[in-house]
């Protein structure tokens, strides 16, 4: 990609994508727009070369995220922001297990062959996509701040102004659902064409 | 000993930070006979990998949408 033009035009085609990845992160659609014009200037200025799309789209997304990030911590840094934490109950996954605590023979987890091989359908991020937008808009917020943008449970504890076990347990539930989701609508679904 | 319900909450933790050396070696224990719980371990820790490669797979919806 020796030309800068073309830089731009991706940049343009990229836009998009970020600005649906800055809206799942940020909910909130005036500073989804900011992350990503922020970001996109910061690609802009930047003089770095690059080979093919891929390498371009990973860079402006670390851009993205750091912007993401930024704008979290700012959000949170006034007192009294402390969150909900049990928009999902406690005993929301109770009837996967016994009495005992053990799976229920319908619920035990099932291997998923090989996993990575969904990576390179369109439909499995469809799906994935469609489940982390089903979990309540909290959970979802600390799950993916974690996974996606790569905070520490002790900062997004801090950010959010909730206790470790909390952090844990919201995080757990998150994985609880999204893993329920995942079987059900793709690993273990008789409607998967891929 | 410990329950599925159990062990699936340590597993989770365990990737959020390091576990204690009595819940690590219980957690193993379990492991060793737990096929189900084994499956789960797996299957949480590619939510993580999947977590990773989400954003360089744009708006999938959106593509589709526009084909």
């Given at each position: 990609?020796?030309?800068?033009?073309?830089?731009i035009?991706?940049?343009?085609?990229?836009?998009?994508?970020?600005?649906?990845?800055?809206?799942l992160?940020l909910?909130?659609?005036?500073?989804?727009?900011?992350?990503?014009?922020?970001?996109?200037?910061?690609?802009?200025s930047?003089?770095?070369?690059?080979?093919?799309?891929?390498?371009l789209?990973?860079?402006?997304?670390?851009?993205?995220?750091?912007?993401?990030?930024?704008?979290?911590?700012?959000?949170?840094?006034?007192?009294?922001t402390a969150?909900?934490?049990?928009?999902?109950?406690e005993?929301a996954?109770?009837?996967?297990?016994?009495?005992?605590?053990?799976?229920?023979?319908?619920?035990?987890?099932?291997?998923?062959?090989?996993?990575?091989?969904s990576?390179?359908?369109?439909?499995?991020?469809?799906?994935?996509?469609?489940?982390?937008?089903?979990?309540?808009?909290?959970?979802?917020?600390?799950?993916?701040?974690?996974?996606?943008?790569?905070?520490?449970?002790?900062?997004?504890?801090?950010?959010?102004?909730?206790?470790?076990?909390?952090?844990?347990?919201v995080?757990?539930?998150?994985?609880?659902?999204?893993?329920?989701?995942?079987?059900?609508?793709?690993?273990?679904?008789?409607?998967?064409?891929? | 000993?410990?329950?599925?319900?159990?062990?699936?909450?340590?597993?989770?933790?365990?990737?959020?930070?390091?576990?204690?050396?009595?819940?690590?070696?219980?957690?193993?224990?379990?492991?060793?006979?737990?096929?189900?719980?084994?499956n789960?371990?797996?299957q949480?820790?590619?939510?993580?990998?999947?977590?990773?490669?989400?954003?360089?797979?744009?708006?999938?919806?959106?593509?589709?949408?526009?084909?």
């Amino acid at each position: 990609m020796p030309n800068p033009d073309s830089h731009i035009d991706e940049l343009v085609s990229l836009r998009r994508d970020m600005l649906k990845f800055a809206r799942l992160q940020l909910r909130d659609d005036a500073s989804a727009e900011d992350a990503v014009q922020e970001a996109l200037a910061a690609a802009l200025s930047g003089q770095k070369q690059f080979n093919n799309r891929a390498q371009l789209k990973t860079w402006v997304f670390a851009i993205l995220k750091n912007k993401i990030v930024d704008i979290i911590r700012e959000r949170t840094r006034s007192p009294g922001t402390a969150i909900a934490v049990d928009e999902i109950p406690e005993d929301a996954y109770d009837d996967l297990f016994n009495e005992k605590g053990f799976w229920l023979e319908d619920a035990r987890p099932s291997s998923w062959g090989n996993p990575e091989s969904s990576f390179s359908s369109r439909q499995f991020w469809q799906v994935f996509e469609i489940c982390l937008t089903r979990l309540p808009e909290n959970t979802a917020r600390v799950f993916m701040m974690r996974e996606m943008l790569g905070f520490e449970t002790e900062e997004i504890c801090k950010e959010l102004a909730i206790s470790p076990t909390n952090c844990w347990v919201v995080l757990h539930r998150a994985r609880m659902g999204l893993r329920l989701c995942l079987d059900e609508r793709w690993f273990n679904s008789e409607n998967r064409d891929a | 000993m410990l329950n599925c319900k159990q062990a699936a909450a340590l597993m989770s933790q365990g990737m959020d930070k390091k576990l204690g050396t009595l819940q690590r070696v219980n957690l193993r224990f379990h492991l060793m006979m737990c096929s189900g719980c084994r499956n789960f371990s797996d299957q949480i820790m590619l939510l993580r990998k999947s977590c990773e490669k989400f954003p360089q797979q744009g708006s999938p919806i959106e593509q589709l949408n526009n084909e």
